[in-house]
């Protein structure tokens, strides 16, 4: 099989190609420019600390989500049973930082 083609059009074909050729250079040319690179690494390290700050909210979310049920009732109001020894044991922990705290600060004079 012989190829009909015109010089015309083995012309138009090589312009053709060369302007691909140039178009596929210059993209090669954008992508590993530094800049690109260094572009490019910022975005996926943005997107990696956002990715893990959004699974780090929904975890913290859940947590005061579970915290929130167990101390309040359907309605929202608070469990009494629940939410008394809880506050009874966060006031000694307090009053006991503070003694250790006055020990310790007497004991350095």
């Given at each position: ?17 060369r302007e691909q050729l140039a178009v596929t250079l210059d993209e090669i040319g954008i992508r590993m420019h530094p800049k690109t690179i260094i572009g490019d690494a910022k975005a996926k390290v943005a ?63």
């Amino acid at each position: 099989m012989t190829d009909a083609r015109t010089p015309a059009q083995i012309e138009a074909d090589i312009l053709r190609r060369r302007e691909q050729l140039a178009v596929t250079l210059d993209e090669i040319g954008i992508r590993m420019h530094p800049k690109t690179i260094i572009g490019d690494a910022k975005a996926k390290v943005a997107a990696q600390v956002d990715h893990t700050a959004g699974r780090a909210f929904v975890a913290v979310n859940r947590v005061v989500s579970d915290v929130k049920a167990r101390f309040t009732d359907e309605d929202g109001a608070p469990r009494l049973e629940r939410v008394v020894p809880v506050a009874l044991v966060a006031v000694a922990l307090v009053g006991l930082l503070a003694a250790s705290s006055r020990k310790s600060g007497k004991s350095k004079r």
